[in-house]
């Protein structure tokens, strides 16, 4: 984190992501009034299973994303080849 001009810190890159399996093996110190051990994993696993299906989701379009890239870089080269250079006419 760098200081801002004004005080407050940002950020320089973006904070590592968190997985999945990250989230299953999390523990808790123990508290005098704690919470039932069994619906915090059982809230860990749902929450786990969420970012496995959010981090399929961003890998599918990333691909997605780097297909249409490609098919526009071809169409534009294709296209490209169609026009006439600025320099071919009358004038």
């Not at 093996?25 to 969420?50: H, L, M, S, T, Y």
């Not at 890239?69 to 004038?91: F, I, S, V, Y």
Request: with cysteine; charged share 35%; proline share 8%.
């Amino acid at each position: 984190m760098t200081p801002h001009r004004s005080g407050r810190l940002y950020l320089t890159a973006p904070p590592a992501r968190l997985t999945p399996h990250e989230v299953r093996i999390r523990a808790f110190d123990a508290r005098r009034r704690g919470v039932d051990p069994d619906q915090v994993r059982e809230f860990q696993a749902r929450v786990a299973d969420e970012l496995t299906e959010l981090h399929r989701q961003v890998r599918v379009l990333a691909q997605e994303n780097d297909r249409l890239k490609r098919a526009l870089r071809d169409w534009q080269t294709m296209h490209a080849r169609e026009c006439r250079p600025p320099n071919d006419g009358h004038w």
